[in-house]
């Protein structure tokens, strides 16, 4: 399977798997998980696993959702992009989005696109 482009999914509805549940810590890193945040099943990024996303909008843990990608964090120093969700199809801020995501996001130097 070849890379998936994320620009591609910029605007389009999206169906998320859920493996790190909103309020859930990092097996690794230890950081709790501020936001629902998953994969797009059947893709491949540059880290060489499925496209990574963020979910927004939704307030309780759950495992799977379907929403509209609203933005691209593009990490500068990783190849690991990830979506950015909207579950109701809200629009967010840069700034919004860097507060929502700076949990995990704040050891990496990204761009936002849009």
């Known amino acids: 399977m070849e890379n998936t482009s994320v620009n591609d999914y910029l605007g389009k509805e999206v169906n998320i798997k ?12 230890g950081f709790i998980y501020m936001l629902n945040y998953g994969f797009i099943p ?15 909008g939704e307030v309780e843990p759950v495992s799977s959702s379907v929403g509209k990608v609203i933005a691209i964090i593009h990490r ?23 507060a929502l995501t700076e949990f995990q996001e704040k050891y990496f130097e990204s761009i936002i696109i849009r």
Do not use: M, W
Request: no cysteine.
């Open 42 to 56: 059947n893709t491949l990024s540059g880290d060489g696993e499925e496209l990574d996303a963020y979910l927004l």
């Open 18 to 29: 859920i493996d790190r549940q909103l309020g859930s810590r990092h097996p690794k890193h």
């Open 76 to 98: 500068i120093n990783d190849d690991d992009d990830k979506l950015i969700v909207s579950k109701d199809g809200k629009d967010y801020s840069d700034d919004e989005i860097r």
